[in-house]
């Protein structure tokens, strides 16, 4: 044992070692420690009585690493024990204090998720509207950690609409949920003189992405979807069906800021599709406008007497690089340093075939 774990022993200290191994010895007969809520459940225990302790009893810091090598060493097989995810533990318990919320939300996610809410949101609240979300959903860890990135909770519901006029309460409220601004397309790189089918395919190139942003319950029916009215064709740039709202969503792309004349043309996409698409049972189509920008006055007057249900959005579009990416694309200096090599080489071959051939000619 370290220095820094020779440490006098303090009050209940012995008491706490020995509650814990009963029990981490408990949860192991139960579930083999390895079953993923009553791993957490017991982290989370551990975390609320470490914290106790600290607050109430004034523990400083180093007992943290003398605890995790005393667990490491009767457990030597069981990892999680190590002074950081004990420290973990510790943030863990703090952050859910109420038994009741463990055991409907928190305990239904593995160990690794937390340590993301843990590490990125410091907002209760926030951190909370991620948890339900991703029990909700099931996202993954890596889902997690790009939803938080993107501002997902600041984005959610955001777009500008006529929901409330056009929907009935119910339908406009869940309708409203669904929608983003800015909706993040950070899986596209676009050049910036791009066109609107451009994006278009970019889009279904990156279908799963795509639905992943668009959110929960959307299916994809196809894109440049042909309706013929009055004898004439029309397309859709992309059709989706909302299974939660059972509804058509229609969305139109613009490579361009919002102009009023796109709420008529869509409300105009709206009626045909209501007529040619939509079933008994369906409600109501909805319009998705996504521009690169757009005016909220001049949104909300052109929605304002618009009949069907029609929101307007933004997207962010990646127009550079991704980070990974960079990491792998030499830099300047890189490709710099490769041609001076290069120019030495050829130089140096240059050199040694003109002295191979004086030598001939000799």
């Known amino acids: 044992m370290s220095d820094d774990l020779q440490l006098p022993l303090l009050p209940d200290y012995e008491q706490l070692l020995g509650s814990l191994k009963t029990r981490i010895r408990a949860a192991q007969v139960r579930a083999v420690l390895a079953v993923n809520s009553e791993l ?10 470490i914290s106790s302790r600290f607050r109430v009893e004034k523990w400083g810091g180093k007992i943290i690493d003398r605890l995790a090598h005393d667990l490491q060493t009767e457990f030597p097989a069981v990892e999680g024990f190590s002074p950081r995810n004990l420290r973990y533990m510790r943030k863990f318990g703090e952050a859910w204090p109420d038994s009741q919320i463990l055991q409907q939300l928190v305990a239904k996610l593995p160990w690794g998720h937390h340590t993301v809410l843990l590490d990125r949101l410091k907002d209760p609240a926030v951190r909370e509207w991620y948890l339900r979300a991703t029990v909700e959903y099931g996202w993954s860890r890596a889902v997690l950690t790009h939803q938080i990135e993107s501002d997902l909770f600041r984005r959610q ?11 009935p309460a119910v339908q406009s409220d869940l309708a409203q949920k669904i929608t983003k601004d800015p ?12 066109h609107e089918r451009e994006l278009e395919q970019g889009l279904l190139n990156h279908l799963r992405d795509l639905l992943l942003e668009l959110g929960k319950g959307f299916a994809f029916v196809g ?9 004439q064709d029309f397309y859709l740039d992309l059709l989706f069906y909302h299974v939660h709202l059972r509804s058509w969503v229609v969305i139109d792309l613009k490579m361009e800021d919002f102009q009023p004349e796109f709420a008529g043309k869509m409300n ?15 409600a ?3 319009g998705l406008i996504l521009c690169q920008g757009k005016n909220q006055t001049v949104v909300e007057y052109a929605l304002r007497d618009t009949a069907k249900p029609i929101g307007v959005s933004e997207y962010r579009i990646t127009r550079q690089l991704p980070e990974t990416i960079k990491e792998n694309v030499p830099s300047i200096e890189d490709l710099e340093e490769v041609v001076a090599k290069l120019r030495s080489e050829v130089e140096t071959t240059s050199t040694d075939e003109a002295k191979d051939s004086g030598r001939a000619e000799t």
Request: hydrophobic share 40%; no cysteine.
């Open 157 to 167: 519901g955001q777009a500008l609409t006529n929901f409330q006029q056009t929907l």
């Open 40 to 49: 957490v459940t017991l982290y989370w225990s551990i975390g609320q009585e």
């Open 183 to 194: 909706y993040i397309f950070d899986f596209l790189t676009l050049r910036a003189a791009a």
């Open 223 to 231: 894109s440049q979807y042909h309706l013929e009215v009055g004898g």
């Open 284 to 286: 109501p189509s909805i």
């Open 268 to 282: 105009f996409y709206l009626s045909a599709a209501d007529d040619l698409l939509r079933h008994p049972n369906d």
